[in-house]
């Protein structure tokens, strides 16, 4: 059934990618969709008497980009708990963006910025995350337009920890792929949902079964909860 239309997500515009992430730790998952010059949309997940609908949240989160966007993903960049956002570029130009990483203020906005990101200044259509040096910290493999070659960004890293989970599906698949995952802490309350791929560690794919960081501050958890494995 479609329910874009009832959910006030059926929005029109020249769309590229969807990603899919709980930026402002709401327990809803939020969604944010590439486009053309006209800007990125990023949908905030509400709810009214039980029923979720989305509204534009493009102007206050400061995520719009506004170049030709195609791949993007979020991402727990500094282990904060907060979601950052990674955003590819495939016209580059004076007024169009080869990529912008999108800081999470953690006040319901983001802050752009190229720090650490110094020569990622080409055409790209995608990017994917992973941790493929497992130290805990998300990295990013931009994949170029010819004859650039793609590029691995290697997280610098921190001190804020996080809590690795390997899941093993009994019911309707064995990688416990659509799980979602549940942790409160003292930090907050933070939902994650295993996906197909923006969630997993590179060196686990494609074999699962999938690993799934919980990217947080906390040092401990009072609860731990894991839905529909
Ligand atoms: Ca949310
Ligand atoms: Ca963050
Ligand atoms: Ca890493």
Known sequence: MDVSSFTQSG??????????????????????ITN?????????????????????????????????????????????????????????????????FYKNDNNGSF??????????????????????NQDGFPDIMVSNFAPYPSQLWQNAGGTNNWLKIKLQGVKSNSQGIGSKIEIYSNNGHFIKQVTVQPMIDISDFPAGPYIIRLYSSAKTYNMIQIIKS
């Open 11 to 32: 929005i029109v515009i020249s769309a590229m990618c969807v990603t899919i992430g709980d930026y402002n730790n709401d327990a809803l998952q939020d969604i944010y």
């Open 36 to 100: 053309i010059a006209d800007g990125n949309v990023l949908l905030k997940n509400k709810t009214l008497t039980g029923l979720h609908y989305f509204t534009d949240a493009t102007d206050e989160t400061n995520v719009g980009f506004y170049g030709t966007a195609w791949g993007s993903n979020f991402l727990d960049a500094d282990n904060d708990g907060a979601l950052d956002l990674y955003v590819s570029g495939a016209e580059v130009g004076a007024n169009s963006p080869s990529s912008t």
């Open 111 to 132: 802050s752009p910025t190229f720090m650490g990101f110094q020569g990622d200044t080409v055409k790209s259509y995608c990017n994917g995350v992973g941790d493929f």
